[in-house]
């Protein structure tokens, strides 16, 4: 029998070869069992393997993270439960799963059990398209970078959903804030994905991989950064983070949930870095490709450089008001993404193909765009953004003078 | 059609974890503009006033520590001050310059913890929290040496300081007076600049000098919107008119001014450290005072420039043991009052980094 | 220039990464402590205590409990009350030493300790037996003979009536 399904036609050799697998086992005296059942297995089988992976990444990278923060906050971070403060993790979760699961009396009962669901299925499934390494992904499909745009929407009702089911006037702040947001962001992000698909001749993001000789952050920067600002934004990470933010409505949307139905909300809030980081290597900084070291390395490495960035930015800045997080994403993000767009449909336009050293060019070019623009938007602010002079003049005679810290 | 808004009323309640203290205020709002704003306080009420009238001059030393618990030295100075002028009392040299250390030293921990938790109330992590945490360990340590404990000092007698400094606290001290500034410039690298906090921060809180000098503001707030008024230096007591520095002043009266008028403080008070420490000599450091203090009858009004404010005690005496009458006179339930005007007309978010910026301490509010 | 700021915020970050934590593992190291520190455990030298009970009238809580009769001896004065209860109630004791400064004999002391926890409100109340068979590390604080001989009460032996004296 020919199998006719479709995830054969794209998914990786590995799938193809584990239903011929399955295929030839008998079970319970039907012999050989019905193909929809070894392909089904063999689908699971990977599919499990690789959200295991991830989600077994996450936590382990949830230690590092406030091991992190906490040396650059100048202290230590957990280091308690097992050496070094590993099973820190282990810790939260049989935490998380013995405290009550309390329900407040004025929530909407399905759609307040549902959120959470909801919120996390988004950044898992970013990882079906991206490639891990040389040939290894779970389907390569032809609109790969559709899918990716699409599925992080999610998280917009999700938002929604818990943030109006649980029937706080500070969830609902949260939940409009969050959506507003998520919402905006939307637009610099497809504006800067289209720039580097202009590049690549492709939406499928095992092909982008492949196209790129020279990184594309080289040849995109300005992509790059209003990229990296929106997917951001994208995932409620510092200095976007309105919508959780301690200080001012307590929790935000998930104020009202508790056990693992926030710390679902949590792991989701913590595989996106991840989701993030992979999507912005696939893109920018040519996947798994590197010298000497297998695939497979090369794309932890930089996923891990991608997001121990975030997370540096995330220890430092402070928050934005939202509407400053709104006027940054409509009218700076977005007109920098349209002109980002329109030079690099130039450039392609003008060479067809280019040649390596045609690619240089096309880079010299984009650069000195971006930092004209920079320069430009902060003419424009200058007076919003200039600093006081300090208030009182320091040495005068008797006192000794400033000395750096060591 | 225009849409029909509705103004909602959330009550910021005592427990939240960005007003500083159990503070409640009942806000009312369209949208994310701030319609109303009503402070409810009172939840830390111990009734210090009360309780002075039962206990000795030197007794009430350690309730006045309790007032506003972050910046303990300045209301001892401030009190004991009040009681040397009823007294007739003239405390020795070495006792007014140590008293003048201690409490600039007081006045940069003071101004690290409002600094760290304005930042904190601004979003970014509690970084900068744990940076000035960290020099305030240190000068709590100093005072540890000194006399014994870290917040709560009860360092200050009437009639000069409690005991004299072992020599380990100068060494200390010379130390830290290398070391600090360039901390204080750690600082201003990482905040002061940031964009983010000049968009969040300027032109957000907006106090006017004629609206802070007709709601008898002080300290700081009054100090960053453009007015010159120090106590230190338009009625000196202790050695403040032999020491030269600066007093730091602002021009719009912003978040942001408020927080450079801090900070530029805290430079000064080492500059006031360093020249103190290069003119002290050795000496008593306790006039000759019995230890049940009897003022004869009267009253009198001490007053230093605190922190937070002008913090000032009227004691009035009975010629007995303990205080007839004990009024505080607390900088932060007046800076408080001005809240209301600073806030009307803007965001949610403002609200929060306004109050922050106001450095209230809801020990001295109450009492 | 735009976007300066925010490096220069970053870059202070990353420099802190590499310095030393300044967190002290507690309880596997001890806490650095002044000599002068204010601690629980009180000093008190039974030798030395006359029973005069100033140090209860100074404290602005009243929380000493004395109860003495006629007929004890004072090694140094002579004369003196012999005490019956000698109780401190440590769960409203705030540490301010008052009690310290006015004892004129130089028989009690703070202690120089933090961690006397316990389980019940009522064992918080430090007895009369255990005041006299603690063992006694004095602080230095308002008493400047300590100071003189450098006694460091955290890790000095403990010291006996005759050492503690003016």
């Known amino acids: 029998m020919e199998p006719i399904y479709v995830p054969f036609r794209e998914a990786n050799s590995f799938y193809r070869n584990l239903y011929d697998l399955f295929a030839e086992w008998s079970f319970w005296g039907v012999s050989p069992i019905p193909d929809w059942l070894a392909y089904f297995l063999a689908g699971f089988l990977i599919v499990f393997t690789v959200v295991n992976t991830v989600v077994i990444v996450t936590t382990i990278g949830t230690w590092v993270e406030r091991r992190l923060i906490g040396r650059f906050q100048s202290r230590v971070g957990p280091n308690r439960w097992g050496p070094w403060g590993l099973a820190t993790p282990i810790a939260d979760a049989v935490k998380l799963l013995s405290k009550e699961d309390t329900r407040p009396e004025g929530v909407d009962g399905w759609v307040f059990n549902l959120a959470p669901l909801v919120f996390i299925v988004s950044p898992l499934l970013v990882f079906a398209v991206i490639p891990f390494g040389e040939g290894t992904y779970i389907a390569n499909l032809n609109i790969g970078i559709l899918f990716i745009i699409a599925v992080t929407t999610a998280p917009t009702i999700a938002m929604f959903m818990a943030g109006w089911a649980s029937g706080n006037r500070y969830s609902l702040f949260g939940a409009m804030r969050g959506v507003a947001q998520l919402v905006s962001y ?42 990296l600002l929106a997917i951001s934004a994208e995932m409620n990470r510092s200095p976007f983070d309105i919508v959780e933010a301690d200080s001012e409505l307590v929790a935000g949307f998930h104020t009202e949930y508790s056990g693992m139905k926030w710390g679902t909300f949590q792991l989701a809030e913590f595989i996106a870095p991840f989701g993030a980081a992979a999507i912005i290597t696939t893109l920018f900084l040519k996947g798994w490709d590197g010298p000497l070291l297998p695939s497979h390395l090369w794309f932890f490495g930089k996923v891990c450089f991608v997001w121990f960035v975030l997370l540096w930015i995330r220890a430092t800045l402070p928050r934005l008001r939202v509407d400053q997080i709104m006027a940054l994403a409509w009218k700076f993000l977005f007109p920098l993404g349209i002109l ?10 003008v060479w067809e193909d280019p040649t390596t050293g045609q690619l240089w060019i096309m880079a010299g070019i984009n650069w000195a765009v971006a930092i004209a623009c920079l320069v430009g938007v902060s003419q424009l602010m200058s007076d919003k953004l200039s600093t006081r002079a300090p208030l009182a003049p320091v040495p005068v005679k008797g006192a000794r003078g400033l000395r750096e810290v060591r | 059609m225009p849409i029909r808004t509705e103004p909602v009323t959330i009550n910021l309640g005592p427990q939240h974890p960005s007003t500083h203290g159990v503070f409640r205020m009942r806000i009312t709002f369209d949208g994310e503009i701030i319609l109303d704003v009503e402070p409810v306080f009172g939840y830390l009420h111990r009734g210090s006033e009360k309780l002075a009238e039962e206990r000795t001059y030197t007794q009430v030393i350690t309730l006045t520590d309790r007032l506003d618990y972050v910046s303990s030295m300045s209301n001892n100075l401030a009190y004991v001050l009040a009681v040397e002028k009823l007294a007739g009392i003239n405390p020795p040299e070495r006792a007014m310059y140590i008293r003048v250390i201690v409490a600039e030293l007081q006045r940069i921990v003071s101004h690290l913890v409002a600094t760290g938790f304005f930042l904190n109330d601004l979003g970014a992590l509690a970084t900068p929290l744990m940076y000035c945490f960290r020099e305030r360990e240190k000068i709590l340590d100093l005072f540890e040496m000194l006399c014994g404990a870290r917040i709560t000092l009860s360092y200050m007698r009437v009639g000069g300081v409690f ?26 690298t990482l905040i002061t600049g ?21 709601s008898s503001i002080s300290g700081p707030i009054l100090r960053a919107s453009g007015v010159n ?26 978040n942001y001014d408020r927080y450079l008028t801090r900070v530029a403080e805290m430079r000064q008070s080492l500059r006031i450290i360093e020249q103190c420490v290069d003119q002290i000599e050795e000496g008593p450091v306790r006039a000759e005072v019995p230890a049940l203090v009897r003022p004869p009858i009267g009253d009198a009004y001490g007053h230093v420039e605190g922190p937070k404010g002008e913090l000032g005690f009227y004691i009035v005496s009975d010629g007995s043991i303990a205080p007839y009458r004990f009024k505080i006179r607390s900088p932060s339930l007046i800076n408080l009052s001005a809240l209301r005007g600073m806030l009307l007309g803007s965001k949610l978010a403002d609200m929060i980094v306004t109050f922050g910026s106001m450095d209230i301490n809801m020990g001295e509010v109450d009492r | 220039m735009y976007g300066l700021g925010i490096a220069k915020g970053l870059s202070v970050t990353f420099r802190n990464l590499f310095r030393k934590p300044s967190t002290i593992q507690y309880p596997e190291e001890a806490v650095p402590q002044a000599p002068r520190f204010r601690g629980e455990e009180f000093a008190w030298y039974e030798e030395r205590c006359t029973g005069c009970a100033s140090c209860a009238k100074f404290c602005p809580l009243g929380i000493i409990k004395i109860v003495t009769h006629p007929g004890g001896i004072d090694v140094q004065e002579g004369q003196s ?14 540490f301010c030493g008052l009690c310290v400064e006015a004892c004129p004999y130089d028989a009690l002391f703070m202690g120089s300790g933090f961690e006397r926890s316990t389980y019940r409100r009522d064992d918080l109340v430090i007895p009369i037996d255990e005041l006299r068979q603690a063992e006694k590390h004095p602080s230095t604080w308002f008493r400047p003979q300590l100071e003189a001989k450098e006694y460091r009460p955290q890790t000095g032996q ?3 009536w005759e050492e503690v004296g003016r």
């Open chain 1, 186 to 227: 939307e637009v610099p992000m497809v504006l800067s994905i289209v720039g580097v698909l202009l590049l690549s001749g492709s939406l499928s993001l095992v092909d982008i991989v492949e196209a790129q000789r020279i990184p594309f952050i080289v040849l995109q920067p300005l992509g790059f950064f209003i990229f």
């Open chain 1, 340 to 349: 980002n767009l329109f030079i690099t449909a130039a450039q392609v336009l």
């Open chain 2, 163 to 188: 005991q004299d400094a072992p020599p380990d606290f100068w060494h200390s001290l010379r130390d830290f007076l290398n070391y600090m500034p360039g901390y204080i410039d750690e600082y201003e």
């Open chain 2, 194 to 214: 940031n964009e983010i906090m000049l968009i969040r921060t300027k032109g957000t809180g907006i106090l006017s000098g004629e609206t802070a000098i007709n």
């Open chain 2, 229 to 254: 008024w120090d106590l230190r230096k338009t009625d000196p007591y202790d050695v403040y008119d032999r020491v030269d520095f600066d007093v730091p002043q602002g021009t719009v009266g912003d």
């Open chain 3, 81 to 94: 009350y012999a005490i019956d209860v000698f109780d401190i109630d440590l769960g409203r004791c705030m």
């Open chain 3, 158 to 160: 403990p010291l006996s």
